[in-house]
């Protein structure tokens, strides 16, 4: 389970995030979303420890990612906006890099490997320097690298972004295989249509401030996401 | 016009901001007063040692061949560092697809670049000239208005041509080494090349100063005919001419601007060609090597993969273990030419009975001169949220990189401790001293840099050059290495008489290790909080 409690975050002077509460609870798709600049990827590296944050606490399993940040990154992945990886080094040396920061054992991460390398059409291609790759190449590198070590929990900034259509119902797949062994999935997107079908909680934010939050049939009633989403933004 | 002025706008706020500082508001003060004490304390150095050296040319009234050598030296710096930084800086950088996308000449977009390149030695050059120029003040009679003026132009003008110099070359070298499949490789080999080849025609001048001696009507002819811009300077400053000012503004102008043309021609291929990258090993998955690995080893190898994938990071954090090597083979093969070097320096030190010391100062060089950290934290860049979401203690992921560094360091100084050992009788104390004092010492530059990095990163970086010489951190990590080998020599020299040889190293060894638990303990306990601040 993600508790976020009250995660407030400036930025000098600016306000990035305020008093932003919810919960997500294992079994779910968790859609985060949010026009530009309404601070989704500020509370993600939040999440994930990349940020640290003014007040509040947000507690992986019930562990707070301030005072045990160690044992809250081991259960979880994170899939940034852009693919930042280590582009001098071949594909595969970066997966084993990931994977030996989990502590993942040769059969695991082996078994792991080929079965996403495979279903992200890279199976040939993990000998190659990332350098030499397209965006989307180096976004399904990340995507391998974070679901080879098995994460309980998967955070992902707009994953969807330079991905060929084959490549995004493949994920669409993972996720839902993943939330049936009670893990959880939470990502931001812009992609209304995706999310609305996919998820089953969504948390819309403006300005830093959370405005609404809840089981996807509570927020969009009888509309789409996309239509509540445009009444909340207006 | 309007759109140069923009785009050299755009690149200075982007990635020429050296002092740039990114701590909490409280903190930007003496973030910002650091650099600038250490920049008036090297100031100073060069000052005190320029007030030498006119004191000994001031009673035969040749006080302006000291501004000519400091003038000449600096340029030469300029060009061999340039040599291989001018290529990382003209070509390949991140912007490349932005501006390239851009309605804007190729020739303005080398210009801003060269500019940039300009703007950051202007700075370095003013280290050495301003302090030069206000001893000179001191040591002659009579001074003028015109003397001002021509400084103050000269302080601009002097690095255009050394600028203008080091970019042909880096050009050349990026030009060719595009050709290749490993590029990086072709551009470390050549890039080494011209540096030793230039340290080679350093050493053996004598020819050419003969020759230039011979056919020199004057001091100033000669002068001149060495080093043009040293010698116009020295003209204007003893006989001011305003017809041989603007001659050298207008020179000084047409070459940069030339440049600019020439390197413009053959510019976009060779950016085409560094970009292609080659692809497609076609290897299955069930050959490749998937094997766990130790969290901190595999920390290590990525760091080590990081140096030996930039050029530029090489070359310039590996030049003074290659100057080990060489003063070591030097040492075993012109021992008898060593002594009398040595003596000339420290002429108290009795060598044959001093010879570890010799080595440990070898040692010293070697490491306060290598610093590899200063960079590891910039050259991160964005991917720095790889390290911050891994589940690894902020320690273990900064040791990794002192480790790495000191992987890097180690290797070549021992190996140059054992050939030392093997040409020369020493005893197993100072052997075993010796080869402790090759960790200790790299470690101190290791700590250093990292702490200052930490300090001071730039990771909104346009290329690796950038970071690896032209940031603050590089910068504070290069002036505090020659302070600490400066202050070690110094210590040296004054003790050496007073101790045996085996005292005098396990005097450092303490020193050394009680320095480098100090550094240890400010890292793991302030620098810590340094690199959680660090956001992208």
Redesign the interface.
């Known amino acids: 389970m993600i508790e976020i409690k009250n995660v407030t975050k400036k930025y000098g002077n600016k306000i990035a995030i305020e008093d932003v509460s919810f919960t997500v609870n294992d079994g779910d798709i968790f859609a985060f979303i949010g026009h530009n600049g309404a601070g989704k990827t500020t509370l993600i590296k939040s999440m994930v420890g990349i940020h640290d944050f003014d007040s509040g606490d947000i507690l992986i399993d019930g562990m707070s990612i301030k005072d045990n940040p160690i044992e809250c990154k081991k259960i979880m992945a994170f899939v940034p906006d852009n693919p930042e990886t280590y582009e001098h080094m071949k594909a595969i040396d970066y997966i084993n890099f990931i994977c030996d920061m989990y502590d993942i054992d040769n059969e695991t991460r082996k078994e792991n490997i080929k079965k996403y390398a495979e279903l992200f059409d890279m199976e040939d291609k993990l000998g190659d320097t990332i350098d030499s790759y397209s965006h989307g190449m180096k976004q399904k590198i990340v995507l391998i690298s974070a679901l080879a070590h098995n994460p309980k929990i998967l955070i992902m900034d707009e994953p969807f972004v330079g991905l060929d259509p084959k490549a995004v119902f493949d994920i669409k797949e993972i996720l839902n295989e993943m939330v049936k062994e009670g893990k959880i999935v939470f990502y931001s997107t812009h992609i209304l249509d995706v999310a609305e079908k996919l998820c089953s909680r969504v948390a819309i934010i403006k300005n830093g401030r959370l405005i609404k939050s809840g089981s996807m049939k509570e927020i969009k009633g009888d509309k789409s996401l996309e239509n509540v989403f445009m009444e909340l933004e207006g | 016009m309007r759109k140069l002025y923009s785009l050299i706008r755009a690149s200075m706020t982007s990635d020429m901001n050296i002092f740039k500082i990114r701590q909490k508001?409280d903190n930007k003060k003496n973030s910002f007063m650091f650099p600038v004490i250490l920049s008036i304390f090297f100031m100073f150095a060069i000052w005190s040692y320029a007030n030498m050296f006119f004191e000994k040319f001031a009673p035969m009234h040749l006080q302006v061949i000291v501004i000519s050598l400091v003038v000449f030296l600096t340029s030469i710096m300029v060009i061999i560092e340039g040599a291989y930084k001018a290529g990382p800086l003209l070509f390949n950088c991140k912007d490349d697809q932005l501006l390239l996308s851009l309605p804007i000449k190729k020739r303005t977009i080398l210009f801003v670049r060269m500019f940039k390149f300009y703007l950051f030695e202007l700075l370095f050059n003013g280290l050495f000239f301003i302090p030069l120029i206000v001893a000179y003040l001191r040591w002659v009679e009579v001074i003028d208005w015109s003397f001002f003026l021509t400084s103050f132009l000269m302080l601009f003008m002097l690095p255009i041509i050394p600028i203008a110099i080091a970019c042909v070359i880096g050009a050349i070298i990026s030009s060719i080494s595009s050709r290749f499949k490993y590029k990086n490789f072709i551009q470390i080999v050549l890039a080494m090349l011209v540096i030793l080849f230039s340290f080679y025609l350093s050493y053996n001048m004598d020819f050419i100063l003969n020759y230039i001696a011979k056919n020199a009507t004057s001091i100033n002819d000669f002068i001149i005919k060495l080093y043009y811009p040293a010698g116009v300077y020295i003209k204007l400053i003893t006989k001011f001419n305003l017809f041989d000012l603007i001659m050298f503004i207008l020179i000084n102008c047409i070459i940069f601007i030339l440049t600019i043309f020439i390197l413009s021609i053959f510019y976009f291929k060779t950016n085409s060609r560094l970009k292609n990258?080659?692809?497609?090993?076609?290897?299955?998955?069930?050959?490749?090597?998937?094997?766990?690995?130790?969290?901190i080893?595999?920390?290590v190898?990525?760091e080590l993969?990081?140096f030996f994938?930039?050029p530029v990071f090489i070359i310039n954090s590996g030049f003074a273990l290659v100057m080990y090597i060489v003063a070591v083979i030097g040492l075993c093969f012109k021992y008898n030419d060593t002594v009398t070097l040595v003596k000339d320096y420290l002429p108290d030190m009795v060598i044959d009975n001093h010879l570890s010391i010799i080595i440990f100062i070898l040692i010293s060089f070697a490491s306060f001169m290598t610093s590899i950290t200063n960079s590891v934290i910039s050259l991160e860049g964005?991917?720095i949220?790889?390290l911050?979401?891994?589940?690894?203690?902020v320690k273990d992921i900064l040791m990794s990189k002192i480790y790495a560094a000191l992987t890097i360091t180690t290797i070549p100084i021992l190996f140059g401790d054992i050939i030392l050992f093997i040409r020369f009788r020493l005893s197993v104390l100072e052997m075993v001293l010796l080869v402790i004092l090759s960790i200790l010492t790299p470690l101190i530059s290791h700590f250093i840099g990292l702490i200052i990095n930490l300090k001071y990163p730039k990771l909104d970086y346009e290329n690796s050059s950038e970071v690896v010489k032209q940031s603050t951190s590089s910068f504070l990590s290069v002036i505090i290495g020659m302070l600490l080998l400066i202050v070690s020599i110094y210590f040296i020299s004054n003790l050496v008489n007073m101790f045996s040889s085996i005292l005098l190293l396990l005097i450092f060894l303490i020193v050394y290790s009680l320095t480098d638990i100090i550094l240890y303990m400010y890292l793991i306990k302030v620098s810590i909080k340094d690199f959680?601040?660090l956001?992208i």
Not at chain 2, 277 to 295: Q, V, Y
Not at chain 2, 388 to 393: C, R
Request: aromatic share 0%.
């Open positions: 508001k990258i080659n692809t497609s090993s076609n290897i299955r998955i069930d050959n490749l090597e998937i094997k766990s690995r130790p969290k080893s595999s920390l190898r990525k993969n990081t994938k930039i964005k991917k949220i790889i911050k979401s891994i589940p690894l203690s959680n601040r956001s």
